[in-house]
Nanobody
Framework: QVQLVESGGGSVQAGGSLRLSCVAS????????MGWFRQAAGKQREWVST???????AYAESVKDRFTISRDNAKNTLYLQMNSLKPEDTGMYYC??????????WGQGTPLTVSS
């Protein structure tokens, strides 16, 4: 049974930094892509970032140059380093893992609030 557990969310002032973590169990993170999504109140979930098995990364335009995705395969853990946070980054952040190249597994989310 695949389980993804996020942590690291919280409240921070604009311009601050935070790092999210996602521990995967029942799943070998090195074998598939993983990523982060977020959902603001009253809005649809949106893609934030992806990292492939080869370590290639991609980011939504809104977070490019501020967020960094990484993975520690030995720990089966995915990270999202978030710098220069803005109020519009506020939302619930979800970790996701791929199966067959499609995001198929989801965590419960960790909340982020950025105050101005």
């Amino acid at each position: 049974q695949v389980q993804l557990v996020e942590s690291g969310g919280g409240s921070v002032q604009a311009g601050g930094s935070l790092r999210l973590s996602c521990v995967a169990s029942g799943y070998t993170s090195s074998n598939a892509c993983m990523g982060w999504f977020r959902q603001a109140a009253g809005k649809q979930r949106e893609w934030v970032s992806t990292i492939t098995t080869q370590g290639s990364t991609a980011y939504a335009e809104s977070v490019k140059d501020r967020f960094t995705i990484s993975r520690d395969n030995a720990k089966n853990t995915l990270y999202l380093q978030m710098n220069s946070l803005k109020p519009e980054d506020t939302g619930m952040y979800y970790c996701a893992a791929c199966r067959g190249g499609v995001f198929s597994y989801w965590g419960q989310g960790t909340p982020l609030t950025v105050s101005s």
